[in-house]
């Protein structure tokens, strides 16, 4: 059953801020690739995020640092050929914006000529206010991202819980504000505590996707390939595994070696 309180043929940034004005939850996951994004569309889901971690699942980097922009085009345009109703949001990759206002407009360009993707995503408050109000300014729409930013994670040590101290709550909450005053038709918050987003949600009209954020906030993203349980090393508090598929396809390939090698696999039926 659908809990939908108004169906929408395809999502828009517009779609986002009236789900929020109406009391509707918005549900986003990430996806890389076309096979991916084809499922996830059809699930429903109302927006996939082409997020830069796609450096950790898709490239096995340490970091979401490494990942270029090419390479962030590459898997945004995969996504892109396989959807039909959610709205695509793609990350800027570090480096491409962080700065230079000019450079910022110029990446985002890139992504959206290139991929034909819907939205882009940018990691900071006030210090990249002048990069997200160019980009805006060019008609492409933004969503912001506070809380745990991971393209800052050399600065801050650790992926822990962001702002437990006033002072940086204080700072967060400004950093919203902001976001909304100049424009941003959204902002995901990452790894805070959950009365605080409540409060951020609360104070903004812009809708707020929260990933260990709690339930307070108008919607919820998490890593595709974390949620099916394709990933086994990472375990946050945060995270609900919807499947266990690394062990179902070890158990697959782990019987297609044993079909092979005991010319099981193909029988007569499987051969010309
Ligand atoms: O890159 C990503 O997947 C993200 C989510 C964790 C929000 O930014």
Not at 43 to 58: K, P, Q
Not at 69 to 84: F, P, T
Request: one cysteine or more.
């Amino acid at each position: 059953m659908s809990t939908a309180k108004k169906e929408y043929k395809r999502i828009t940034t517009k779609s986002l801020v009236e789900m929020k004005r109406n009391g509707e939850k918005i549900a986003m996951l990430t996806a890389y690739d076309y096979t991916m994004a084809k499922i996830v569309d059809h699930a429903g889901i109302d927006v996939i995020l082409v997020g830069d971690s796609a450096s950790n699942v898709m490239a096995g980097h340490e970091t979401t640092l490494p990942i270029t922009l090419d390479q962030m085009i590459y898997h945004a345009s995969s996504v892109i050929r396989a959807i039909d109703r959610c709205l695509v949001l793609v990350d800027l990759p570090f480096g491409t914006y962080q700065g230079n206002s000019r450079k910022a407009l110029e990446s985002a360009i890139r992504i959206m000529k290139e991929s034909g993707a819907h939205a882009v995503k940018l990691e900071g408050g006030e210090e990249i206010a002048e990069s997200i109000s160019r980009i805006l300014t060019a008609g492409i729409p933004v969503m912001g991202h506070l809380g745990l930013t991971p393209q800052s994670i050399y600065k801050f040590g650790t992926y822990t819980v962001r702002a437990k101290k006033e002072a940086e709550a204080k700072q967060l909450k400004k950093d919203a504000i902001l976001l909304e005053k100049l424009g941003c038709f959204g902002i995901v918050l990452e790894k805070v505590p959950a009365k605080l987003a409540k409060e951020i949600a609360e104070s903004i009209r812009i809708p707020v996707i929260g990933i260990g954020a709690g339930s307070g906030v108008d919607g919820q993203v998490l890593v595709t390939h974390d949620m099916l349980g394709m990933t086994h090393e990472f375990n946050p508090r945060f995270l609900r595994r919807y499947l266990d598929l690394y062990t179902e396809m070890n158990g697959a390939f782990k019987q297609y070696i044993e079909d092979v090698k005991s010319v099981d696999f193909p029988n007569e039926k499987e051969q010309y």
